[in-house]
Structures are given as structure tokens and as C-alpha cells.
């Protein structure tokens, strides 16, 4: 049995073939029914002449319907009219199943494909979105694993939130209440005071009432932390990997970014080191920026879009305001109001994909900050321990994989990013 890949590479010209998959297209004349047939690898037309067929046999091959399923034997010819350049003159087939009404057509509404994401995802747009996924997991992992990081794997069910209370996804444990993980990263922190550099990739969860084209409620966090590094050092790798997943991308899914209609060039261009920019110097020249802010005001969505349109390649933004950020971030010891901390944003208005920063490791700091944030200390005891049994200097970040998904694709919503997305409004399929 070959794969369509096999076809299109040229191995099996002038040869038989025997291959299997699903029905792509189709159409059919008085005598000839051409079949383009898809598999995991790619699609092929197939062409079934009437006079080597039955009657019978003809009409059957020449009704069949979209996504049906079948095998079909024949003979490999070149031919550069048709779609992929390679057409099977089919010799014999076998019908596995026939549809009937497959509901999927043009123009369908947004939430009916939501609807029926089960069968949305065969699409050839959205199977090539999931192979390029597919890498920029793999190129993640690789990436980490040849820098001697270790991966790890920590608890979804946890006692203590990282981002704010209001975000949690409260759930039973045996007559106790505990939360959905919105991040891994108070465990990771623990772990390198061992393995020095760890990092994980899991789902994170956040019960945040966000409608937007970037936010879902379920989502795929690629997390490091490492001990010895600064919030300067922590960008460095991350500038690093995200070239080196962009790079992979390129390399091995380039037909698959061409399905997708993803301008190559603007990807090619994504290069380290990237641009620092501190946040007061963006308040300090907003419309630079396109923007209308002061001091003290966050970089909502709005703003990293405009902010981001005026670049090629990502860049950071660094030393925002205390008051906007989570309480485990270190203040900057020159300047106390802001914190050693930096967002990673996307290009082409895709804006934040990266969160990342120094921890506060000193013991008194942290629980100035929680005190701060009014935050009870026995909530957080086993974080404090960390900085009373041999506590050093390291930093961390969190990378949105679905975000990155949906910029290297070049896709409108981060809904199509991901299979089955989870949003306030949809938990089906």
C-alpha cells in the first residue's frame, strides 16, 4: 500500500499503485469519472475510463460522494494538468463506504462549522494547519531538550493560582475544592532547585469571560524556568526558540504553509535577537505607537495590535509597572515601581504570545508583595519555602502555543488554531 506522498514525489511513476483514503472531489462525464482522492500525505486525481469497467462498476465509481472512502489500484502517470502534477489511471477499486448528504458545503456559517468540528477538521486547510502544529510542538520540545532542559510534568489540579482567583475553574476533590492549573509555574520553580532548567508543555486553564479572536478558556502553555538567569538572559532563549520553531516550520511544512496562503517571506525574516522596548518608552511617545495612554495604563489587546503592526519580527516589551503585573515578579532594584519582567509580542498585529520574567527570590520581598496583593501566606507555604532552603536568582516564562499556532499560520481567530477549541460559549464536540 503507498501513500499519495509516494505519487507525488515521482518514486512510483510508470508503476502500480495500490492507495486508500477518502474522496476530496469529484465529477464525472458519459465516459470518464475523475475521483481526487486525499490521504494524511496529500491528494491525487484518479481517473476511471468507462471502457474498462462494467457498467455496473463505472456507475458506481462515477457516483461517488464527497468524503466517501475507498482503495483504489492502478497506474502511475505524470501529467501537469492535473492538481498535483501526477494522475492514477485506475484499474480497480473497493468501496469501503458511501456517503450520503456529507453536510459539509460552501459558505457555511462559522458556528455551524463549530457545530461540527468533527468533520471540519478533514478540511485540507485545516489538515495542514495541524501538521505545521504538529512541528511547532516538536520544534519546542527539540529546542528545549538539546539546551539541556529536562521535561517535566506537574499537577492540573492545584491549591494555589498563579494569575488571580477570579480566573479559576473551581473543582470538587473528595469534599475538598480545588482549581483547573493556570499555570505550571510555581511547580517548575520548585524543580530547579534540582534540575537547574526545566520546562513543560500542558494545558493551562483560565475562566476568564474573554470574547476575543485570541483568548481561549483551554489552552496549550509551553512553560521553562531556570535557575542563574536573569530577565535579559531569560529573553535570549526565548528569541532563540522562537526562531528556531519558525526556522523548523519553514523547513518542513512549506507546502502546507503555501495551503494555507501564509506569505513565507514575512516568516523568513523572524530572526534574533528581537527589539527591546521598555514600556515607559512607549507611554512616554504613544503616538509613536498609534496609541492614546498614560502611565499606569495596561497594553490591552487594542493596543499590542497597533503596537505590532509597526514591526517585522517580534519584539519585547519590558520593565512595566508593578501594579500591572502578578505579585511573584521581582522590582527592578534601580527602579522599585517597575519589575524585571517582558511580553513577547507577535508581529502583524498579533500581539503577546510570551509572558515571562524574573522571580522574586529573596524571602522578604515575596512576602512584602503578597501582603501587597492580599494574599494569605499559608496559602502560599510551600512557595515561601523556596526562598527560605537555598533560594538563588531565575527566571521564567510562559509561551501561548495556540497563539504562536495562530500567527506562524497567519489565521484570523485562535479558535482555528487548535481542534476543538473551548471558549465561554462552547464546550462541544
Same mark, same amino acid.
Given at each position: 500500500?503507498?501513500?499519495?506522498?509516494?505519487?507525488?514525489?515521482?518514486?512510483?511513476?510508470?508503476?502500480?499503485?495500490?492507495?486508500?483514503?477518502?474522496?476530496?472531489?469529484?465529477?464525472?462525464?458519459?465516459?470518464?469519472?475523475?475521483?481526487?482522492?486525499?490521504?494524511?500525505?496529500?491528494?491525487?486525481?484518479?481517473?476511471?475510463?468507462?471502457?474498462?469497467?462494467?457498467?455496473?462498476?463505472?456507475?458506481?465509481?462515477?457516483?461517488? =460522494?464527497?468524503?466517501?472512502?475507498?482503495?483504489?489500484?492502478?497506474?502511475?502517470?505524470?501529467?501537469?494538468?492535473?492538481? =498535483?502534477?501526477?494522475?492514477?489511471?485506475?484499474?480497480?477499486?473497493?468501496?469501503?463506504?458511501?456517503?450520503?448528504?456529507?453536510?459539509?458545503?460552501?459558505?457555511?456559517?462559522?458556528?455551524?462549522?463549530?457545530?461540527?468540528?468533527?468533520?471540519?477538521?478533514?478540511?485540507?486547510?485545516?489538515?495542514?494547519?495541524?501538521?505545521?502544529?504538529?512541528?511547532?510542538?516538536?520544534?519546542?520540545?527539540?529546542?528545549?531538550?538539546?539546551?539541556?532542559?529536562?521535561?517535566?510534568?506537574?499537577?492540573?489540579?492545584?491549591?494555589?493560582?498563579?494569575?488571580?482567583?477570579?480566573?479559576?475553574?473551581?473543582?470538587?476533590?473528595?469534599?475538598?475544592?480545588?482549581?483547573?492549573?493556570?499555570?505550571?509555574?510555581?511547580?517548575?520553580?520548585?524543580?530547579?532547585?534540582?534540575?537547574?532548567?526545566?520546562?513543560?508543555?500542558?494545558?493551562?486553564?483560565?475562566?476568564?469571560?474573554?470574547?476575543?479572536?485570541?483568548?481561549?478558556?483551554?489552552?496549550?502553555?509551553?512553560?521553562?524556568?531556570?535557575?542563574?538567569?536573569?530577565?535579559?538572559?531569560?529573553?535570549?532563549?526565548?528569541?532563540?526558540?522562537?526562531?528556531?520553531?519558525?526556522?523548523?516550520?519553514?523547513?518542513?511544512?512549506?507546502?502546507?504553509?503555501?495551503?494555507?496562503?501564509?506569505?513565507?517571506?514575512?516568516?523568513?525574516?523572524?530572526?534574533?535577537?528581537?527589539?527591546?522596548?521598555?514600556?515607559?518608552?512607549?507611554?512616554?511617545?504613544?503616538?509613536?505607537?498609534?496609541?492614546?495612554?498614560?502611565?499606569?495604563?495596561?497594553?490591552?489587546?487594542?493596543?499590542?495590535?497597533?503596537? =505590532?503592526?509597526?514591526?517585522?519580527?517580534?519584539?519585547?516589551?519590558?520593565?512595566?509597572?508593578?501594579?500591572?503585573?502578578?505579585?511573584?515578579?521581582?522590582?527592578?532594584?534601580?527602579?522599585?515601581?517597575?519589575?524585571?519582567?517582558?511580553?513577547?509580542?507577535?508581529?502583524?498585529?498579533?500581539?503577546?504570545?510570551?509572558?515571562?520574567?524574573?522571580?522574586?527570590?529573596?524571602?522578604?520581598?515575596?512576602?512584602?508583595?503578597?501582603?501587597?496583593?492580599?494574599?494569605?501566606?499559608?496559602?502560599?507555604?510551600?512557595?515561601?519555602?523556596?526562598?527560605?532552603?537555598?533560594?538563588?536568582?531565575?527566571?521564567?516564562?510562559?509561551?501561548?502555543?495556540?497563539?504562536?499556532?495562530?500567527?506562524?499560520?497567519?489565521?484570523?481567530?485562535?479558535?482555528?488554531?487548535?481542534?476543538?477549541?473551548?471558549?465561554?460559549?462552547?464546550?462541544?464536540?
Amino acid at each position: 500500500m503507498d501513500h499519495i506522498s509516494d505519487i507525488l514525489e515521482g518514486s512510483r511513476t510508470g508503476k502500480s499503485t495500490e492507495i486508500r483514503g477518502w474522496v476530496y472531489r469529484s465529477r464525472a462525464s458519459a465516459n470518464v469519472a475523475f475521483i481526487v482522492l486525499r490521504d494524511s500525505t496529500g491528494i491525487v486525481q484518479c481517473v476511471a475510463s468507462r471502457e474498462n469497467f462494467p457498467e455496473s462498476r463505472f456507475k458506481e465509481i462515477s457516483g461517488l =460522494t464527497l468524503e466517501s472512502s475507498i482503495v483504489l489500484k492502478g497506474t502511475v502517470v505524470e501529467d501537469k494538468r492535473a492538481p =498535483t502534477g501526477y494522475e492514477v489511471k485506475v484499474g480497480d477499486f473497493t468501496i469501503i463506504q458511501r456517503n450520503d448528504n456529507y453536510p459539509i458545503t460552501k459558505d457555511l456559517g462559522e458556528e455551524f462549522l463549530l457545530d461540527i468540528r468533527h468533520l471540519w477538521v478533514r478540511s485540507r486547510e485545516f489538515t495542514s494547519m495541524m501538521k505545521i502544529r504538529s512541528t511547532i510542538f516538536d520544534a519546542t520540545g527539540e529546542y528545549f531538550m538539546d539546551r539541556g532542559f529536562y521535561e517535566v510534568h506537574t499537577p492540573f489540579m492545584v491549591s494555589t493560582a498563579t494569575e488571580g482567583g477570579s480566573a479559576l475553574f473551581k473543582v470538587p476533590f473528595f469534599g475538598e475544592e480545588v482549581s483547573l492549573t493556570q499555570s505550571a509555574q510555581f511547580y517548575l520553580e520548585t524543580l530547579i532547585f534540582s534540575l537547574e532548567n526545566v520546562f513543560t508543555i500542558s494545558p493551562s486553564f483560565r475562566a476568564e469571560k474573554s470574547r476575543t479572536w485570541r483568548h481561549l478558556t483551554e489552552y496549550w502553555h509551553a512553560e521553562a524556568e531556570s535557575a542563574w538567569v536573569d530577565n535579559e538572559g531569560m529573553m535570549q532563549i526565548e528569541e532563540k526558540l522562537i526562531e528556531h520553531v519558525v526556522k523548523r516550520v519553514i523547513e518542513d511544512r512549506s507546502d502546507d504553509l503555501s495551503i494555507m496562503k501564509r506569505d513565507v517571506g514575512r516568516l523568513e525574516k523572524i530572526r534574533a535577537p528581537f527589539d527591546r522596548i521598555r514600556y515607559s518608552g512607549i507611554v512616554k511617545e504613544p503616538e509613536k505607537y498609534g496609541l492614546n495612554i498614560k502611565y499606569g495604563d495596561d497594553l490591552g489587546m487594542e493596543e499590542e495590535r497597533e503596537i =505590532t503592526k509597526r514591526f517585522q519580527k517580534p519584539i519585547f516589551v519590558t520593565h512595566y509597572p508593578a501594579a500591572l503585573k502578578t505579585f511573584y515578579h521581582r522590582p527592578d532594584p534601580e527602579n522599585e515601581d517597575e519589575i524585571l519582567c517582558h511580553d513577547m509580542l507577535a508581529p502583524e498585529g498579533y500581539g503577546e504570545i510570551i509572558g515571562g520574567g524574573e522571580r522574586i527570590w529573596e524571602m522578604d520581598v515575596l512576602v512584602k508583595r503578597l501582603k501587597e496583593y492580599g494574599l494569605d501566606e499559608k496559602d502560599y507555604y510551600w512557595y515561601l519555602d523556596l526562598r527560605r532552603y537555598g533560594s538563588v536568582p531565575h527566571s521564567g516564562f510562559g509561551l501561548g502555543m495556540d497563539r504562536l499556532v495562530t500567527w506562524i499560520c497567519g489565521l484570523q481567530s485562535i479558535r482555528d488554531a487548535i481542534p476543538y477549541p473551548r471558549t465561554i460559549r462552547r464546550f462541544k464536540p
